[in-house]
């Protein structure tokens, strides 16, 4: 049996946020499985609006069709899984959003999920989803980091921020597990569990544990 | 002040379907409004999957886009209300789903809702739209016509199946009011209501009736 | 065919009351309706308790069955909707509740929605409403202007706290849209409006736009 | 320390509805109380729709307040417990409603509850009345006996379909506590209880338990 | 007929808190039963945490076997009623569990529940079990002492925190009724009643209430 | 590095379910990781009440501590999950149970989630959980297949019974994935999904994944 692969599409077109992607793999690399990420460059270069997360799909469903023969799961790499079940209509592999696989591992591991949004624009969307998956009841609080782009591009303001609002999240929401609610910033989970004692869910890795149990507990 | 206008987008390609909305706005002829009615013809043919739905934004956007500067609210016409919430974020007009005015139409009507769909694979979507709009606990039950679409095509017949499912739903689910889930069935609403004994919802209908509650209020 | 009929019941005695729901009706005026606003003379000064709201039904419904033969569409123009199904069990047109089609109206808007209440001792009374509505997800707080009565006289001391109120709904429990909880208060939405930079649904104006599509749909 | 007496008060005119409700408490004679069972003589003929259910609350007010000095608990006796939170209002005693408080008790004995009620127009108003309690999870369904008055007047006829539909909620709605929704049927609770091998809750003694329970806790 | 002996079990092996159960029953010493307050001398040394109330079930298990033949109700006297559907397997007499019966008492009593936890560990293990009830939406908060235990055997500062506490549920929170989350506070709670102007349920007590219901309601 | 170990721990005495968990877990055996299936010799003779469950907590909790030096994730490898909270306060390693992780992998996969259970018994404890984990929307019913021991242990027997209780929770109930509400029935699985023409969801797998899942991504 060859071995089996994981194809992770990041349907925003910054290489930057693929990169930090593989990155979030990285610790999976122990397992018997190859990872492909891919950037959908044709969609756009960010998705913070509903609009944005919707004309992300298209070109989304065409690299799918693409990868399909070649892949045994695929992974939407973005929080609000832009086109999640329309997707699994358009191939036969599972397909795993990291958003939902985040909160569903946040489950598995504290009953209270705090999430940290990037933009409190997204908050609302994230929350229709939430109440679609029949979840919200789990998650006490989300808060958004709401930093300029200048600032959250440097990494230590925005483990400053992240860290405050995760410290709020615990103390004012009563979370006991927080989310990280985007792609891309695996490199700061750590530190973030570190600073604020509780667990932190990186949703790309919820996803690929999940991804590998579809794939394994059919072989 | 001139005549405020509607502008209502079929977000399939079928002129039928949008020649059927038509029909369904002509009671509202005597309010002083123009209603455009518009087939989005890059859109798909037809709309009953999840990725048929998704397929559907990016024409639809781009429709909205060109039509933005005369039209005073927007309704887009179909059950799904794909694109919704970022066709909101993409005009200053009010932007109104059929689906979701149906729902809220009947809530202000009786207790228990109904829902008759077209086709079966399009009830867990149904599902997870009500879900997301809060109001599930409100739909006692959805059920399908699933017909071959050339039984469809025959209004007499799709009329006896869309009885059968009605009365189900009454009898079987205790629905106290209905909602016909698609669009483009404006003409079978009386009759539907006459046989089942319980009021009938047609979703263009109570969109209209809520997007010109939005045009006046603001005038 | 004649000029369809809205009655307006204000459940409460004071003219002043039903006077300003004279005025929130007034944008409608070139709709091809008669607004007929009336006074439940025998009923309570006014609607704060349960107590009170249930006291005001009786008187109602005698004004209901007088008003039946010329009424196309009822309004019962109380937020705390007293007595509404019940009065619909009694006469043959459609009956609205301005609470309800508020509530269902702000869903049609945004995601998260604020109340604005006048007394405190109200929003029990209405959070067991929302839940009996099914909607009580989407309701993200209701706060109370809880004001001296001869304060809440004066527009513009009503107005600043109602404004304050208001902020603190968007900024502290996220309102993306607001209610106003109460009748007669129509004169402030647009400016409210502003504001808060939000939009405002004003009860009366959501009930007499689906009490028209009820009306025009059925012609 | 004088005798506590609890006044339970039958909100409709039928003093064979009174009768029952004292052949329901008779088996708390043995407890330290005193029981007064009035009849709303000024009320409805008999409570099936909402409209009855409202107008029980005015004549059932007075009755209260002239009542209020020598009392120590109300019981409202009817399962729509009409009123409920705005006699609490009226009066400083407790009040307890026969409806709310048999979900109450059957909560206390068993996961999934099944309702047996009289007509089937009241079932749209009892689930509005569980959603606003906020336990509509907990009943698992809820069938009417749709019995002609002639044959519901009969005790026989009237078991036998009780117990017909009491077994259709244990075997097809899963309930494992039964709930007898309306007042006046003590007699049959246990022989209920014995056809059906579930436990039956009588709301009136659901009631009277709860009531005693705010009078003992306070001396 | 002999007195019935309602017999109520403290999980933990601390004779004090037994102590304190037998205070709280003492109200009800007018009614014809017997109250028999026993220790679970095998129990863990307290309940805070899920393991230690887990660890309590087996040791009181054996105890209610020892005593079934001789008890007509049984109390699990710790507010998150370890092992309550267990026991209700293993006797045949009604058990009742002091968590379940205050809140379902507090909801007879008012709208927003609003709880007091010793411990800010049990306060997920509380919540999940209010969801597991069907109830969580009727509790507005829920807030612990998080008191040293030397402090919070000093019952002046335990009461002044409680006090705190409580008027932050009703600020705050909303609360219009307080549960004391444990059980053996009895003797603070008319006090607490009198501090914060809302009405207190002491869990034991409202359980005795409930199991007393189920007593003479079968005689 | 060691190769990481996950302990699943089948909390009954049946060595012949403890033999089925590691058939359960053998198309895993390509991960890089050790599995070892104990036995809870201690434990009760099979768990169908909510007492057997409780029974089995504590001799599992000595287990864990035993094993806890040497492992890196468990498994509570019973479909109620008995202890799991508790559990968790016990050791370091992440506890993952078979019932919770079942359901937020059939979350992943569709939208609406039949459940075979074994004994009608346990579908009210089951119930409670989904509620507890505040999952209960996405349940859209659960069956039990109610075999005689003898029945059930013959494999063709137990699997007719499967396939016909699976395809009511299909075509009843509306199920798009189904889940195994038991451990050891790993061997049923894939026949199971073809019989159906649904994914099926085999719990001990679940549970395995994401605690790989949990493994690798601290690694």
Known sequence: MSTPRITLVNPNSLVKVTEAIERAVAPYARLPLEFRCLTSSEGPAGIQTQAEADASIAPMARLFLREAAA?????????????????????????LGIGECSVLTAMSIATRIGVIAIAGASIPRHLRY????????????????????????????????????????????????????????ADLRERLEDACGLPVVEPTQAAVAMAAGRIFSRS
């Open 71 to 95: 892949t045994d799961a695929f992974v939407v790499a973005c929080f609000s899984d832009p086109g999640l079940h329309g997707l699994r209509d358009l191939v036969a592999a599972p397909v």
């Open 130 to 185: 939430f109440r679609a998956m029949g979840v919200a009841d789990r998650i006490c609080g989300e808060l958004a980091l709401n930093m300029k782009v200048s600032d959250l591009a440097d990494p230590q303001q925005a483990f400053l921020r992240m860290e405050e609002v995760g410290k709020t999240l615990r103390d004012a929401h009563g979370a006991d597990v927080l989310i990280m609610g985007c792609a891309g910033m």
